[in-house]
Structure formats: C-alpha cells, structure tokens
C-alpha cells in the first residue's frame, strides 16, 4: 500500500472515531475534560516506548490490545468516556490511529469554540509566558483565539515551526542552515 494511501486510511479512521468521540463529549458535557484525558494519553504514548509499540504495532492481537488498554485505562483513572471509547478503539484494531484521533478531538472542540489551531514544533519546551506570547502573536495574525499543540522536537535546533490551517512558517535553525548549505553549493 502506497504512503498516501496508508495516511488517508489513518485519516478518515481519524476523523470518523474523533468525531463520533467530540459528538459523545458534547452529549455529556465533558469536552474539556475528555481532552485533558486524551492528553494524558498522548503523553504517555510519547513517554513509553511500551505503549508506544502497542499503539502502533500491528503484531498485538485485538485481544492483547484490548486487555492492555483496559489495564492502562483503570491505572490512568481517565473517564468512563475515555475509557470506553479507548476499550473500542483498540477492540477494533484501531489503536494506531489514536494520536490522530487526539489531534482531530483538539481541532474539532476548537473548532467549536470558534478557534484555530496551531501545531507547533520547539526545539525545547515552551514556557507558559512563552506560549502565551506566541498565542496572541498568532491571534493578531488570525483574527481568532489560537489554541496551541506544542510538540518538542530537538533536531530543529532552534526557533519553531508553525502550522496553522494551510499554513506554515518555518523559522528553526535547521532549516536556516539548510538554505545557508544549499546558497553555499550554488555559489561555489
């Protein structure tokens, strides 16, 4: 299976269960709740190369699947909602789509509060004052409230990239001295 077609099946996977997850948090009233949950899942597929490898593996069995997550939902303590809607995910095979579905979950509640979203890659953690700037610079570009996904990348060296929509601005280091080494090729 070509790549595209590999990430159109990740996304329409996404979408549908980020979807039908943000329709079941809405019912409840538990929107902002849920994403704090799907953020502690997020961490944790980032922190634990354990959970990462059943997140993303397809040699682990719907079963073996389904009683890991079942495991790692009661010691997380996440919600019923998230717990069952995890215990279905992976049940369905579907565990590799999860980080897709949490970023779509983020978009769509944005979406609904009348927002943007910004996926943005630091070469540190940003910190809270940091973040809060980078907000309202990027408010007064868009016109709207931003919410911010900051992801920690070290191989950019230096300053941010940032998407937001069909946008992107590419200010780190490593793409800087990319076009330095590429202008220098050009030269000489």
């Given at each position: 299976?070509?790549?595209?077609?590999?990430?159109?099946?990740?996304?329409?996977?996404?979408?549908?269960?980020?979807?039908?997850?943000?329709?079941?948090?809405?019912?409840?009233?538990?929107?902002?709740?849920?994403?704090?949950?799907?953020?502690?899942?997020?961490?944790?597929?980032?922190?634990?190369?354990?959970?990462?490898?059943?997140?993303?593996?397809?040699?682990?069995s719907a079963d073996d699947q389904f009683?890991?997550?079942?495991?790692?939902?009661?010691?997380?303590?996440?919600?019923?909602?998230?717990?069952?809607?995890?215990?279905?995910?992976?049940?369905?095979?579907?565990?590799?789509?999860?980080?897709?579905?949490?970023?779509?979950?983020?978009?769509?509640?944005?979406?609904?509060?009348?927002?943007?979203?910004?996926?943005?890659?630091?070469?540190?953690?940003?910190?809270?004052?940091?973040?809060?700037?980078?907000?309202?610079?990027?408010?007064?570009?868009?016109?709207?409230?931003?919410?911010?996904?900051?992801?920690?990348?070290?191989?950019?060296?230096?300053?941010?990239?940032?998407?937001?929509?069909?946008?992107?601005?590419?200010?780190?280091?490593?793409?800087?001295?990319?076009?330095?080494?590429?202008?220098?090729?050009?030269?000489?």
């Amino acid at each position: 299976m070509p790549v595209a077609d590999t990430s159109q099946l990740v996304s329409g996977v996404a979408e549908r269960y980020a979807s039908s997850l943000f329709d079941l948090a809405l019912e409840a009233g538990a929107v902002d709740a849920v994403a704090q949950d799907l953020g502690k899942f997020e961490a944790l597929i980032s922190e634990s190369g354990d959970f990462k490898r059943l997140v993303e593996s397809p040699v682990f069995s719907a079963d073996d699947q389904f009683k890991a997550i079942s495991a790692i939902v009661s010691s997380a303590g996440a919600s019923p909602l998230v717990g069952n809607f995890l215990k279905v995910v992976a049940r369905n095979r579907r565990l590799f789509a999860l980080p897709a579905v949490i970023r779509g979950f983020r978009a769509i509640a944005a979406r609904h509060r009348g927002e943007v979203t910004a996926e943005v890659t630091s070469a540190h953690a940003l910190s809270g004052e940091q973040e809060n700037e980078l907000k309202a610079t990027l408010k007064s570009v868009t016109g709207k409230d931003v919410a911010v996904n900051v992801t920690v990348d070290p191989s950019i060296l230096g300053g941010l990239i940032v998407k937001v929509g069909s946008r992107q601005i590419d200010t780190s280091l490593r793409t800087k001295l990319s076009s330095l080494k590429l202008a220098l090729k050009e030269v000489g």
